[in-house]
């Protein structure tokens, strides 16, 4: 079993950080000789792409599929092209090219994507974002952290503790180009910086951004270059900028100058020469993001830079940002729990994790067999995590079992044994640790081998701890010697005991960390059993105390799902965003006549004829901005999850780009307490066959595209539910395609189906919240209760029957529909109404008036002067008006 430390993506990050900077200078141009931001949309893909066709010569598709494939609904293009997949055929030249990460000629385009790529989209979106800041403010280009788009393309999208390994990487490379790193147990070659130095930065920073006199808390922040003559102080605050950068929390800005090099891409190129201290350095500063209200907290960096990320999906909230050790080095867990809990199961699971960082683990079991183990060991990662290139293919590659055998049945021999096995471990280690060959990437971890002793309750029994017991003072202090021999390992040691014995509640005064598993089972019919976790003490660091969700089975792996308070902690340090009005959807504002609805044939031969014509009708409906909150609330079927998708799929237009429709198409992800993804499918293609009508200057190919989320009725979690719909946002992210809008449909159905969500009445809000973080457009559709009471004897003038509705709501959902209210841009009533009018020439069955209660921004129309009607079978908005209101 190979002992060295290894570096994920070691042979690619650097180059990955070079490239990004080379495509940076894709989207900047020179104005009157300076330098200015290019529209990231008028950047052809292609042009970002040849800076990483390279990616594909040098890595396998079944290792690093996240960083070469497509996507399913093939929005997103496959990094290689059909020439790349005969590199040898290639001329040498062309060939060394790419294997040294160079970027291609404009002459060898068949070696580059001409479409859209995961990592161009992902390059474009952070552009796109700080584009935002540079035409606001003119006199600078705000670009995002190169290590921040490297972290975000390294990691897997569907499995996002998968990020650790790429921070880990990300984090190392800052240390080494500023020649400095913690202290830790392995050996390296940098200068040791400590706690105290990192404060002392971090405090400076803060000045920097605090509301002061003549300052708003926008001070820049100068990058702190890793010169020769440097001082540790300034290197320290270099890692520190740069790694906030990383995260988002700072942006790099440069300030124009005329000095710069003639070519734009060379000039930003200079930014990945930092090390190359013979090279002219572009000058650049850091500042802060236009959302941000405060940054990361001190104990959350400290986590991040001295601990270790726990590849485990949640882990990164419950142990804020990483599992910190020991000044002195080592760290002991006690993991608590009963029969099936799940201690051995996540033991394996957090070695397995750890074992791409090149940590190994040695397993000491009073209960298991050795091929139980390596069996279990192999199914408690994600399979795509299994297959990069860094992860032990084979569990024996990283993992050693040793059956413990008793020796005697006096408790203080066993745990004098005991101690005495660990030291000697302890002592290999320390020798293993001391040596440099063993660190050859420099990798600033504070252990190198986890120690799992698997059923220490076997060992030290009832009788430990006993006050009756005659030598149980003579037994206290050994048992105090073993966690003390534990700690001086300098490893993490993981203790995995039982719960009912008497010694279980004294060993968390011991130990570093204390956890306890437990494994809820219900007699309810429709629900499932839980497993939780609950950290109740974590003695060096920040964390997130309490009871938190766990799973082991399925493709998964091992897996975490915090708390929903502790996620919008970390959420807490940006300001909610309000709606972008200069991008809008006239969407309520394009109807036809209601006569017309006949030309619109539903059913299985739905159709839509060529004689309809819609026109525009100001004065009936509202502009509904990008990024706005949209509450649908109605009585009866209204069509309301029709009417929410029309609204989300519609095109959005641009005020300064002469009310063009955008041609990015929305992407939908739809939450659904209702109905299942064929439902929903029908409906978008039903809306798909009437969109041409109603927006003729629509660009071919523009198609709205969806995912839907469909909640099964029962004992859902608030905490899990929340933590799907983050994890699904996070991952579109990742991935370069994030979403626009989501729909969350059919609430009320929460007071009927979801009692765990109904028992916490402030989920509603908090998830709003999080949503208004996010450029993204929320709709959420809510039904009264009510039946439909026949108007059979009593037709209207015009011989249309009419129809009435009795609420029959139990008033359980009005402190919901109080919350929602409060968080909404724009609320809208669908309900049943009898049509009036004059020049009505037919009856429309399953119609509902439209009425906007509250608009952000503009008046509100009169909907007795311009009454709006929505069409539950047609998917269409109409009018009684004969002529277009302009």
Known sequence: MDSSVSLPYHDLAEKLIKSTLRSFGEFVEILDGEYRLRDPESVPDAQINRHFSWVTVVTRANQVRHLRAGSADEALHPLQTETLRGVSKLKSKDREALLDGESVADENSRLVQKGATRISRIIKNAVEASFEESTRKNDAINIPSPYQIVADYLTIPEHPGSRAYSLLTMRTVLFQRFRAMPKTVLKHHYDEFTVQDLEASYTSMLTSMQDRYRSRGQDKLDDLKPKVDSSLRDRVSGILRHYLAMTGVLQLRLKPSKTYPQNPAQALYGLSEVCDLHNPIIPFEFTRPQYLKSPTEFGEIVNSLWGIPIPIRGADTIFRGGLNFASRGGLVCALHGGPGSGKTALALGIGAALSGFGIRTLFLTAEEDAADLEGRAASLLPSQVRNLPFVPNRAEDWLRISRFELVNEEEDTRLKYLSAIFEEIGAALEAQNCEPSNNKFGVPLPCSTIVVLDGLHEIATQALFDVNKKDSKK??????????????????????????????????????????????????????????MTLSKARHQLCSPGTHGLQIAGDKGVRFTPQMNYQLDRMSIWNSRLPFTDIYKKVMQITCHQADLKLISVGANASVSKDLHFFPNKKAGVELYRGSNIFLNGEGSGGKAGLALKIATAPAFHREAEDKPLTKAEKVLVVSFLYPEEYYRHILGRLRSVRSREYPELPNGYDPRMEVMHLYPGHLKPDTLYSKIEWALRASMLSGD???????????????????????????????SLLRTRSLTSIVTHTLLSVRMSGRENPNAYGARSETYRNVDDSRSDPLKHALVLKTDFRIEVDPKELSGTQLEISAPHTFRVETHSAIGQPMPDPEKNPLYWSREQLVFFSEAQKALI
């Open 475 to 532: 037994i206290t202090d050994e048992f105090h010697k073993f966690i003390e021999t534990c700690r001086k390992m300098r490893a993490l040691v993981i203790l995995t005991t039982g719960t009912d014995w008497r010694a279980d509640a004294s060993l968390d005064y011991l130990v570093d960390v204390a956890v306890r598993l437990s494994h809820e089972t219900e007699s309810d019919i429709g629900s499932k059993p839980h497993r939780y």
């Open 738 to 768: 994030p979403y626009t809008t989501i729909v969350i449909d059919g609430i009320h159905n929460v007071f009927l189906q979801f009692p765990e969500i109904e028992k916490q009445s402030l989920f509603w809000p908090q998830l709003f």
